[in-house]
C-alpha cells in the first residue's frame, strides 16, 4: 500500500478535505491528497510544537497561511480551529499526519478519525 492511500483514506470520512503525512521532523512530505501543502516555517512550527507546545498555546500555528487557534497541543495531537472549519496534526513515531475539516464537521468526530489512523500507524511501527 503506497503511502497515499493513507491520506486517500482520510479525505473518503467526509470529515476532511485534505490530509498529508511528513516526516517526523517535518523534512518530506510522504503523502498528500487534496493538496494540502504547508510552508517550511509551518511544518517546522508543529514540529516543534510536539516538544514544547506552549509557543503554540499561546500564538497559535499557521497552516497553507491561515492562523489556526489552537485548541489542543501535546507530545502527541495538535489541534487547530480557525472560524468554523480547522486542522488536526497526529505524531507517530516517524510521521506526523496532518488533515484539514471542513466548515460543518463535528471536530470530536474529525479527531476520531484521525487519532485512530495514528494509532494505526504506531501499531505497525510507524
Not at 500500500?1 to 523534512?27: C, E, H, P, Q, R
Not at 518530506?28 to 494540502?36: D, F, S
Not at 497553507?64 to 497541543?73: P, S
Not at 507517530?92 to 494509532?119: L, R, S
Request: with cysteine; aromatic share 10%.
Amino acid at each position: 500500500m503506497s503511502w497515499n492511500a493513507y491520506t486517500d483514506n482520510i479525505v473518503a470520512s467526509t470529515l476532511f478535505d485534505k490530509a498529508a503525512i511528513y516526516s517526523a521532523d517535518g523534512a518530506g512530505v510522504w503523502a498528500n491528497t487534496g493538496n494540502l501543502t504547508l510552508q517550511p516555517g509551518e511544518i517546522q512550527a508543529i514540529v516543534s510544537g510536539f516538544a514544547d507546545p506552549s509557543q503554540l498555546q499561546m500564538n497559535g500555528f499557521h497552516v497553507e497561511g491561515v492562523k489556526q487557534f489552537c485548541i489542543k497541543a501535546d507530545e502527541r495531537s495538535i489541534y487547530g480551529k480557525h472560524d468554523l472549519e480547522g486542522v488536526m496534526c497526529v505524531k507517530t513515531k516517524q510521521a506526523i499526519i496532518i488533515a484539514h475539516y471542513p466548515t460543518g464537521v463535528v471536530a470530536g468526530n474529525a479527531a476520531n478519525v484521525i487519532e485512530k489512523m495514528g494509532d494505526y500507524l504506531i501499531s505497525v511501527g510507524y
